[in-house]
């Protein structure tokens, strides 16, 4: 077993920064050559401590943007129309991708992909949605849909 340091987080084995034991193989063979891992010499060690702090950084600076963003998601209401029936069901559904859409009109650029969505909305009224902007930041938009 040898000793290296993880670069990046890697599945089943330990996060950026962790001092690790693989088998020689594992880390000659994909750890070392994909750039996930560095021998565990003192310079890498100085190395990787150096850039975990730039990791902090930057991960602190991205947590206060998503917040202001955050905050202006929440004042955000968004107004959807759809066909629908008389008993308030639509007889389409109200997507990730047509809430997005709604929020880059009112240029609040959001991916769909970061809209929490359980279930496509299919009925008519308010609806809360969640929409995660970083892994410790999530905010709420409230949607509206209505009959055309």
């Not at 060690?45 to 602190?60: L, Q, V």
């Not at 600076?61 to 917040?67: D, H, I, L, N, R």
């Amino acid at each position: 077993m040898i000793e290296v340091i993880l670069r990046e987080d890697v599945k089943s084995l330990g996060k950026a920064g962790e001092l690790v034991r693989v088998r020689p193989g594992y880390a000659r063979n994909f750890l070392l050559p994909k750039g996930l891992a560095y021998e565990a010499s003192d310079g890498n060690k100085k190395r990787i401590a150096a850039e975990t702090k730039a990791r902090a950084t930057r991960f602190e600076a991205e947590k206060a943007e998503a917040q202001t963003f955050a905050a202006r998601l929440a004042e955000a209401a968004v107004t959807l129309k759809g066909k629908a029936g008389e008993e308030g069901k639509l007889f389409g559904s109200v997507t990730a991708q047509d809430i997005a859409d709604a929020l880059a009109q009112r240029s609040l650029q959001v991916d769909r992909r970061r809209i929490e969505l359980e279930h496509p909305i299919k009925t008519l009224g308010f609806h809360s949605v969640a929409v995660r902007l970083h892994p410790e930041v999530q905010a709420e938009v409230r949607v509206q849909v209505v009959a055309e």
